[in-house]
């Protein structure tokens, strides 16, 4: 008898212990236009990656890395289907449909990461279904409107040719559908975001990080930074000299908000970090 109460108090003592264990954060990392769910492995610690549900990793010199264990990705529709455009809506309904579905399939805490036309989808998505579980936003170079990249392009022309562009380019993109630029008015002010875009970006102007960043702050968000970087081509940003400055910034980010994280990157981020709110 008495070994049978012993057992209960242990139990109950214990029970309390188990039931509070924290799920994991995992990051799940979103695609751009041009690339596909293998992309995650340059960001992800030690190359590693589930991709489209395939463990996936890749052999680089290095260890650089600005998302923490576990990662996970998937593939935009456009990635397997042929005409593409056919398939693309330029981060409205088919990419935050396919997001939702991955979110869906992921439960428990987690990190959104996009690059381009991912990262102003992850922002669109956040504006309908933000949940608690959404811990963090990282944005690398997300276009405000997709607009704001045809008249970067077109120029001078832009007026005289933009219906063209929107019916020939992307069909499917709806010029009156959800935008990050108007999306950003219902994200929650909880939620930590971090913008990243450098200001040699040949395909989607730094102006378009900016104008989100300035909106962001002019809705009363306090928990949005923009880290501009001085170098880097659209989408390789990994690879340009500024490559350590946006690693060191993104891990004294996941710091400051309680997320895994390397403690002597983020310590050597923190000064980036609070140039980057202070802009």
Known sequence: ????????????????????????????????????????????????????????????????????????????????????????SLAQDIEIAALKEACDALPGPKILMGVSMGASTIINYASLYYTPDIKALIAETPFDEVESILKSILGFTYEGLKNLAHSWIYPLYNPNGIKPLFAIQKLSKELPILLVHASTDELIPLQCSRHLYYHLRQNGHQHVYLLELSSGKHANYIFAKDAQKYQETVHAFYKKYKLPHDEVLAQLGEKHLAEAHAW
């Open 1 to 88: 008898m008495k070994r049978f109460l012993s057992l209960i108090l242990i139990f109950f003592w214990s029970w309390p212990l188990v039931s509070v264990q924290k799920s994991p954060i995992s990051t799940l990392f979103v695609h751009g236009l041009g690339s596909n769910s293998t992309q995650a492995l340059f960001y992800a610690e030690d190359h590693t990656a589930m991709c489209s549900n395939v463990h996936c990793s890749i052999n680089r010199p290095t260890n650089w890395h600005i998302l923490k264990k576990p990662v996970y990705s998937f593939d935009f529709p456009h990635v397997h289907n042929k005409p593409h455009k056919q398939y693309v």
